[in-house]
């Protein structure tokens, strides 16, 4: 009896302890609790603030753009080869932590087809008509042959593709189209060219899965007719720019002289997996050894400065050409040693609302709708006002 009663008493001693020491261990648990939630709030908020930081770029004590690739003088180069290009290669070494396959830098690859592609229309004269004491700033929009980015290409003309001047810069946009085989297409290009003289097209593909060469294209004509640009906004036709922000930008860049070196600017995609199949699947002539992307700014919008093409167009003649094409350029620019630098509210989807801290809205997806010009310029128009209101 005793036994049991002790052994009683003693289980529900136990049992106090037991739950004394499971409050105990409760006590500590929810503070740590606390205080691990605090700590992780102040370490995102320490993180974010680094990362809003890395917009202010060092300030340098030099200012000679001429070793920046910038040609005040002469807007007009003509033809350049591989052997040109090359010239300029940029001084390689592979870091430890590198994503890109070797070959992007070995540099064996020897790309001389690329010299093959010829221009149909260059929008000739469009980066001379710079005023003394301005500078230029280009807008390069990669476009299609299709009916749908005709339309766009209208709605930016007459919206936000129509500021010709902004603080010191004189502004300047065009369209990259490679080759149609539509006759009723091309003709309306050749139109299009003679009244608007923005279209560059060149004899290389238009399709999705070529539009690396297209880019190419692209960086080439700006090397060769336009190396009078000193920054360069790269983008395809379906975004509406807030262009007094991406001017503020650019005025950064100018005044933050040593930053203007090498400019690839945006605000990238984070841990970018590759993806084997799918609209988005890699295209690559080499093997990529690990299953993400380097660091990368998304095609739709990037601000480079005319140094940073001129080594660019070197690369592509010794390097892999690959698609998607922004995912191809992420690797060239991690060969290059291009510094990780970008803002986050750079650009955002187009999602009904107007997001006015951003440098840009990609519509993607919502643009692919079936819009008649009109209709087009009317949604566009209605976008640019919210931003500018
Ligand atoms: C840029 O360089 C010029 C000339 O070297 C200098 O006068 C100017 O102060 C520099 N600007 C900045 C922001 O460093
Ligand atoms: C600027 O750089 C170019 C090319 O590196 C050089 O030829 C030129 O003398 C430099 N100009 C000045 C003012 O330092
Ligand atoms: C590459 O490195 C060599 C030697 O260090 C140097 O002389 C050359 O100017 C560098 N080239 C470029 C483009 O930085
Ligand atoms: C690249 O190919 C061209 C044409 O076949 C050749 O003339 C050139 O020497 C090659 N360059 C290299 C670096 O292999
Ligand atoms: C050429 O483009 C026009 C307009 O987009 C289209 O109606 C036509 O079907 C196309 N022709 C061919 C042969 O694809
Ligand atoms: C565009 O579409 C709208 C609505 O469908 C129509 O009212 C308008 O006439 C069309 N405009 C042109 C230029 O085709």
Not at 140 to 145: G, Q, V
Not at 188 to 194: G, L, V
Request: proline share 3%.
């Amino acid at each position: 009896m005793s036994a049991t009663e002790s052994k009683d008493g003693g289980d529900a001693i136990l049992e106090r302890m037991n739950n004394n020491q499971v409050m105990g261990i409760y006590g500590t648990r929810k503070w740590r609790f606390l205080f691990l939630t605090f700590a992780l709030i102040i370490m995102i908020y320490a993180f974010d603030v680094l990362l809003d930081l890395r917009q202010f770029a060092p300030v340098g004590n030099h200012r000679n753009w001429t070793k920046f690739g910038y040609d005040r003088q002469a807007s007009v180069h003509g033809r350049m080869k591989c052997k040109q290009f090359t010239a300029e290669l940029p001084n390689i070494t592979r870091e430890r932590h590198a994503l890109a396959p070797d070959a992007f830098y070995n540099l064996v690859f020897n790309n001389t087809y690329l010299d093959e592609i010829e221009f149909i229309h260059k929008a000739h004269g469009i980066c001379d008509r710079e005023n003394v004491g301005e500078f230029l700033f280009m807008v390069k929009l990669i476009s299609d042959a299709t009916e749908t980015a005709a339309s766009f290409r209208h709605a930016i003309r007459k919206t936000w593709g129509s500021v010709r001047k902004r603080s010191r810069w004189s502004i300047r946009v065009v369209f990259a189209i490679g080759q149609t085989e539509n006759t009723t297409r091309t003709n309306a290009i050749d139109k299009e060219s003679r009244r608007y003289g923005d279209i560059v097209q060149g004899t290389s593909a238009d399709s999705y899965l070529k539009l690396a060469d297209k880019t190419i294209m692209s960086f080439r004509w700006q090397q060769e007719y336009c190396s009078n640009a000193m920054y360069v906004f790269h983008g395809t036709h379906d975004i509406v720019v807030n262009m007094d922000k991406l001017i503020a930008w650019v005025d950064d860049f100018y005044l933050h002289n040593t930053s203007s070196e090498r400019v690839y600017f945006g605000y990238p995609m984070f841990n970018p997996r590759i993806l084997h199949e799918g609209i988005y699947k890699l295209y690559s002539p080499v093997q990529w050894p690990a299953g993400k992307y380097p660091f990368y700014h998304p095609g739709h919008g990037i601000i480079y400065s005319m140094s940073f093409i001129r080594q660019m167009n070197a690369m592509f003649c010794r390097t892999p050409i690959t698609n998607p094409d922004d995912c191809y350029l992420g690797a060239i620019a991690e060969a290059m040693g291009a510094k990780e630098y970008y803002f986050r509210n750079f650009h955002a989807d187009y999602n009904g609302k107007i997001n006015k801290n951003v440098v840009y809205l990609h519509l993607g997806h919502t643009g692919k709708m079936k819009r008649n010009e009109t209709e087009m310029y009317e949604w566009m128009a209605e976008i640019y006002n919210g931003f500018i209101k």
